[in-house]
């Protein structure tokens, strides 16, 4: 079956830099997506590796490896805002979406 | 340019009841999934339309539905309501259905008493 796994949490401090890893198993694979979810609010998206390597995007990065099913969130110069539930997703070869469990970020001052 | 809309927001139904919820996506956005969001599960495929088809479907019961209106809104429908039933129910649109860029609605919360 389809499986994504990440940490459930993470804390850190502001300033610092937090790594959110996830690995998958599904049938088919096109790209790896991260969503962000504040508490009480709607997942935002973040991030699409669709190849392996990194891409940047401001603070946040992502990286993908497709020979080892996994990839990472990288956030740098952590702020208070962002505290929040980063998702991995997935999109298998079906075209059926799947996401990770979800990890909660905790930023401490 | 207009989000993600979705009604009602919050919603109480009791166990065997049914409920339908709607959900109005970015317009020019064809493509409409919907996703249940519960603490223990997190967040679980449905299905997804494109063009007023279901493309395709998660690992639901049959008592989950839905369609889309040739104007891309989308509705989906849980019939029999259960108490595992309540989470919050999301809806994201994209443009296309290889659109991994998803843009998700408040959601609905539905409590089943």
């Known amino acids: 079956g389809q499986s994504l796994e990440q940490p459930s949490e993470v804390t850190a401090v502001e300033g610092a830099i937090v790594q959110i890893n996830c690995t998958y198993q599904t049938s088919g694979f096109y790209g790896l997506s991260w969503y962000q979810q504040h508490d009480g609010g709607a997942p935002t998206f973040l991030s699409y590796?669709?190849?392996?390597g990194l891409e940047e995007t401001g603070r946040f990065s992502s990286f993908l490896s497709r020979s080892d099913s996994y990839g990472y969130l990288l956030l740098q110069e952590l702020q208070m805002k962002d505290s929040a539930s980063y998702f991995c997703a997935v999109r298998d070869g079906f075209n059926k979406f799947y996401f990770g469990s979800g990890t909660k970020l905790n930023v401490k001052p | 340019k207009a989000g993600v809309t979705q009604t009602p927001r919050y919603l109480i139904k009791t166990r065997g009841q049914q409920v339908t919820l709607s959900c109005s996506p970015i317009?020019?956005?064809?493509?409409v999934s919907w996703y249940q969001q519960t603490p223990g599960q997190g967040l679980q495929f449905l299905f997804e339309y494109f063009s007023e088809t279901q493309r395709n479907k998660g690992n639901f019961p049959g008592r989950f539905s839905g369609r889309q209106f040739s104007n891309s809104r989308s509705e989906m429908n849980v019939s029999t309501l259960e108490l595992g039933d309540s989470a919050l129910y999301l809806c994201?649109?994209?443009?296309?259905?290889?659109?991994?860029?998803?843009?998700f609605g408040p959601g609905t919360r539905l409590t089943v008493l």
């Open positions: 317009s020019g956005h064809r493509s």
């Open positions: 590796n669709a190849l392996d």
């Open positions: 994201a649109s994209s443009l296309a259905t290889s659109g991994e860029e998803q843009f």
